[in-house]
């Protein structure tokens, strides 16, 4: 069964420093998403991304964050400048065009720790 | 702007009783979603509810959608240790591309 993967596992980075978060989306898949859980909190959207371009960006989605479809497979999220407060689960989602109830497939996620 | 509220958040079960998990949204919204996490674990979707009177089930597990209530119903039937992991409701915000606003999860627990 098609899954979404995402890579690495963990990252472990310092303050300051740049990341990039990748994701390998379902292939047939027209939107892609990114979230972030805090450990122990709830699951928060960050960003949608269709066409190339933002769809839409939640307030925590600021100037240091950035989305990007490198190629054909790949989805990244790239932190500028990392601060403590952005250490967390970043989950990749995706889903298709077809179908109305455009249910969002999860992938492992990747946990990001800020030193 | 769209809030989900779920209760309760923790949840303490003895095998074999029944529990109900409800799901509150503030605004409109056609799609509910009902999510299971594990720990350290991604999110597992088990139920999607489009239309008002929706209800579906797996297992010990049936969900249900009121949108005129606007409140959603996760009810766990003679619960078995299995169950035990954090349930997660997400209501669908936007338009076509729109994306998923999460409640806080409801940390449920079964024990023996």
């Known amino acids: 069964e098609p899954e979404v993967t995402q890579t690495p596992s963990h990252q472990v980075t310092q303050m300051g420093q740049e990341v990039i978060l990748r994701c390998v989306p379902i292939?047939?898949?027209?939107?892609f998403y990114w979230y972030r859980q805090i450990l122990g909190q709830k699951v928060e959207f960050l960003v949608s991304?269709?066409?190339?371009?933002?769809?839409?960006k939640s307030e925590i989605f600021d100037d240091q964050f950035s989305v990007e479809r490198p190629d054909g497979s790949n989805f990244t999220l790239k932190i500028r400048s990392t601060k403590l407060e952005d250490s967390a689960m970043y989950f990749c989602?995706?889903?298709?065009?077809?179908?109305?109830?455009?249910?969002?497939?999860f992938g492992p996620g990747t946990r990001l720790t800020v030193l | 702007e769209l809030k989900v509220e779920q209760n309760p958040l923790f949840l303490s079960m003895q095998e074999g009783k029944n529990y109900t998990i409800y799901c509150n949204y503030s605004?409109?919204?056609?799609?509910l979603y009902w999510y299971r996490q594990d720990p350290g674990k991604s999110l597992e979707s088990l139920f999607v509810?489009?239309?008002?009177?929706a209800v579906k089930q797996e297992g010990r597990l049936m969900a249900s959608l009121d949108t005129k209530a606007r409140l959603s119903t996760l009810h766990i039937t003679a619960a078995v240790h299995d169950l035990s992991a954090t349930y997660f409701c997400?209501?669908?915000?936007?338009?076509?591309?729109?994306?998923?606003?999460f409640g806080k999860g409801t940390k449920l627990s079964v024990k023996p």
């Open positions: 989602a995706s889903t298709s065009l077809a179908g109305l109830n455009n249910e969002q497939f």
């Open positions: 292939s047939n898949h027209l939107y």
């Open positions: 991304f269709y066409n190339n371009e933002i769809s839409e």
């Open positions: 605004t409109t919204s056609d799609r």
């Open positions: 509810l489009l239309s008002n009177g």
């Open positions: 997400a209501a669908y915000y936007g338009g076509s591309q729109g994306n998923l606003i």
